[in-house]
């Protein structure tokens, strides 16, 4: 008797003064730029272009400097929602596009699922492109308690329709969804602010008695569709007078109404009350589409390459965690990271563990965040896809060239940073007597610590280092499974579909 009345003691204690595991779950706020360079970031020196929001929560939070996506949407998303790598799920090739029958395997389990066993209700809002051509891939039957927004990767910023690709690519139909039922309400909104605004009302509208998480892969700054894909509302567009180049102009409004909502959403869990127990983690999908690429006029200068490269500007993003939860608050985290490691580490920092059968690639970086421990990884396995491919060893990424051919510095005048402002990448010295690096030499070495801008291709200097790097990747690569990819399927357009895009597989596709 007077043990256990001990022990209800100890645990009243507990409660009281303790463990996290006791404490009301945080709420975790994923917030997925798309497509954003990374010099156009603010707190990375762009100045062309004001980002005070995301600057403001980035000072406050911790900035993670040496960070890492996958080159492309679907990819990344994956391995953000899994904390798996993309060649383990067979999603290292391309994207899924609107008219080819592949997704994330139905076998993986994904973030909201995790959270949902703790109690999270689980709202996503935006972009899902992790497969919809039956509806068992689509987001709320993957964990998410509701969804507003589009199943594939791009939409016109104010009618949401998409184009296929390719042989496709005049084929046009409505993608936008709430939950199952086909949202032609909001034609006319635009993406960036409706989805925030959406945001807003969840976060108003939540009972406080459970813990919140809002997946918002935001469509902002992927380009739209053609005639016109890089759309904007006038009064931001007017904002940008000053740039001469029509798509950067563009692409210039689109960032700066996707920064005022992220001020909205701020404003937005302040008010409610959630912003004290709340982790904020935003985060792009991949390097800045530059010089046309995607359509599309982001900066990563002076990182080389950009989106759809292995080169530091495609796969180096732009990320912070804000949080007054956070110890550490105001710093910058030089430790690597890989975007699958956010799986891993939000389960640390709501007190729960993973499950252990699961060969997961991320790894936790709760303690690095925290604590400042070094980082839990030494080694990113950028990609290996069709004989290009990119590994991170230390402060050394083997490279076999190339996936695309943008293997420069883009846009090549630097004026998308300010002529008074210093970049925030020092490069190194380039060392013109070094070779350089084309899809002829088997593979390349960078020192990424002393030559993060990919000048000198080192690998004749240390062979040794480059050989065991080379093998390393194509171990990797030999474990992985092989791409879901499928050809483009005719049946799945919308002219068949009541004029949008649909889970064209099952039995009764929504109509
Ligand atoms: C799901 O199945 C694929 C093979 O189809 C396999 O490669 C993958 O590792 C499996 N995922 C999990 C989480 O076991
Ligand atoms: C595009 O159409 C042509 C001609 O109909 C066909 O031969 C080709 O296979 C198609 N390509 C794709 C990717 O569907
Ligand atoms: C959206 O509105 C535009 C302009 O009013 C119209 O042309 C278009 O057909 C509408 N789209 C849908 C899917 O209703
Ligand atoms: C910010 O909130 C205001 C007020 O609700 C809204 O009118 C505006 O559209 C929002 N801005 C963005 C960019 O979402
Ligand atoms: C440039 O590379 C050459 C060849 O390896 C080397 O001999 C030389 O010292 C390097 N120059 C500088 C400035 O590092």
């Not at 912070?320 to 920092?349: V, Y």
Request: charged fraction near 20%; hydrophobic fraction near 35%.
């Amino acid at each position: 008797m007077l043990r256990s009345g001990a022990c209800q003691f100890l645990v009243l204690l507990l409660l009281v003064f303790g463990g996290d595991t006791r404490k009301a779950k945080p709420n975790i706020v994923i917030v997925v730029a798309d497509d954003m360079g990374y010099t156009d970031a603010g707190f990375h020196g762009g100045d062309q272009i004001p980002t005070p929001h995301i600057d403001k929560l980035a000072h406050e939070g911790i900035i993670l400097d040496n960070y890492y996506t996958a080159m492309i949407c679907t990819p990344s998303r994956a391995a953000l929602l899994t904390g798996r790598h993309p060649m383990q799920l067979g999603l290292q090739h391309g994207v899924v596009g609107a008219t080819t029958p592949f997704g994330l395997g139905l076998n993986e389990t994904l973030l909201p699922q995790y959270l949902k066993k703790y109690g999270y209700v689980t709202h996503m809002i935006g972009k899902w492109h992790l497969g919809s051509f039956k509806l068992v891939y689509t987001p709320t039957k993957r964990g998410f308690d509701t969804h507003l927004g589009f199943w594939n990767g791009k939409t016109d910023y104010f009618t949401h329709m998409n184009r296929g690709r390719g042989n496709a690519s005049k084929i046009i139909g409505l993608d936008f969804w709430e939950n199952f039922k086909v949202a032609r309400e909001y034609n006319g909104s635009y993406g960036t602010e409706l989805f925030g605004n959406r945001a807003v009302d969840l976060i108003m509208r939540h009972d406080q008695s459970k813990p919140f998480f809002l997946y918002l892969p935001h469509q902002a700054v992927h380009a739209g569709i053609a005639p016109q894909p890089l759309k904007a509302p006038q009064e931001y567009l007017d904002r940008f007078k000053f740039i001469q180049h029509d798509g950067r102009r563009r692409y210039a409004a689109m960032l700066s109404v996707l920064d005022d909502s992220i001020g909205n959403l701020t404003a937005a869990l302040k008010k409610s009350g959630m912003y004290e127990n709340t982790i904020l983690i935003f985060t792009t999908d991949n390097g800045g589409p530059a010089d046309g690429v995607s359509h599309n006029y982001a900066s990563n200068w002076p990182l080389r390459g950009c989106k759809r490269t292995n080169w530091e500007g495609g796969v180096r993003a732009v990320s912070f965690i804000h949080s007054l939860l956070l110890k550490n608050p105001g710093t910058i985290s030089h430790h690597l990271m890989h975007i699958s490691d956010w799986l891993p580490t939000i389960m640390t920092a709501i007190g729960e563990k993973l499950p252990s059968n699961i060969d997961y690639y991320g790894v936790d970086q709760w303690p690095s965040i925290q604590f400042n421990a070094p980082s839990a990884r030494n080694e990113i396995m950028h990609n290996y896809d069709d004989g290009a491919g990119a590994i991170r060893y230390g402060d050394y990424k083997l490279v076999i060239c190339c996936t695309i051919n943008k293997n420069g510095w883009y846009p090549e005048e630097h004026f998308y940073i300010g002529d008074n402002q210093k970049p925030y990448i020092q490069c190194g010295e380039r060392n013109s007597s070094l070779p350089s690096c084309t899809s002829a030499d088997k593979y390349c070495l960078f020192d990424i610590a002393s030559d993060p801008c990919e000048y000198n291709n080192i690998a004749f200097l240390k062979p040794d280092l480059a050989e065991k790097l080379y093998n390393k990747l194509m171990t990797f690569a030999d474990a992985a499974q092989p791409p879901r990819d499928k050809p483009s399927d005719p049946d799945s357009y919308p002219d068949l579909h009541n004029g949008h895009w649909t889970d064209w597989l099952d039995k009764h596709p929504i109509f």
